[in-house]
């Protein structure tokens, strides 16, 4: 399965590194250092060559190089903006990919919402992260930005007598110009499970 993921990696790749790369890096928010385009993605940075996407210095193979690849592919020279913030449903063309989304970015948080507040500033560093806007709401909130053009916010409810533990996720308003839908939902995912994975390193 490896081989199949890496050989999409590369055919964008190839793809990418047909077109004016000077463009291709402004519009991403990269920087270009002869033919590498560098960025920070998902609180890793991000080196692109004509062959081969690293994060942190690891050659990614898998469904996160793809990830990555695509928003490098497809980036659009707009600048990120944050408000107002939307739901992934509110996109177009989003509907097959709702189910998923809640799933895989929003329900596996659940059960971490205690560990997130208590982690909050680690998750904040590591993610380009601020606080949420005022008007936002939940019993806490947070906005990451795990690609250059893409922001999310997360708010959180703590369980209480009447109601389990929640998060929801929102995007910033111009998400979807710079990804493609389905790789849109796999920002979510990956962002949700960097937020577990810097909870678990954080952990005794």
């Known amino acids: ?29 990269a920087q270009l250092a002869g ?58 063309d989003s509907m097959p990919y709702v189910g998923a989304f809640a799933s895989h970015t929003e329900n596996i948080l659940t059960g971490a919402v205690d560990g997130i507040n208590t982690h909050r500033q680690r998750i904040l560093d590591a993610m380009d992260g601020c606080n949420a806007p005022a008007h936002v709401g939940g019993d806490s909130a947070m906005v990451l930005c795990p690609l250059p053009k893409i922001s999310l916010c997360y708010i959180f409810y703590e369980a209480d007598e009447d109601f389990p ?9 111009n998400a979807y110009r710079h990804m493609p839908m ?23």
């Open 1 to 29: 399965m490896h081989s199949n993921y890496l050989q999409i990696i590369q055919q964008n790749l190839q793809a990418l590194y047909a077109l004016d790369l000077k463009a291709r890096a402004h519009a991403m928010g």
């Open 165 to 173: 533990a929640a998060a929801t996720c929102l995007f910033s308003a």
């Open 182 to 204: 389905d790789g849109l939902a796999d920002v979510g995912e990956y962002t949700s499970r960097k937020i577990l994975e810097l909870i678990e390193a954080a952990s005794p």
């Open 35 to 92: 033919e590498q385009i560098s960025f920070n993605a998902f609180g890793s940075r991000c080196d692109i060559t004509s062959t081969v996407l690293r994060l942190d210095g690891i050659e990614q193979t898998g469904p996160l190089g793809i990830v990555v690849s695509l928003y490098a592919l497809h980036a659009d020279i707009q600048p990120l903006e944050l408000e107002p913030l939307k739901a992934f449903k509110e996109f177009p």
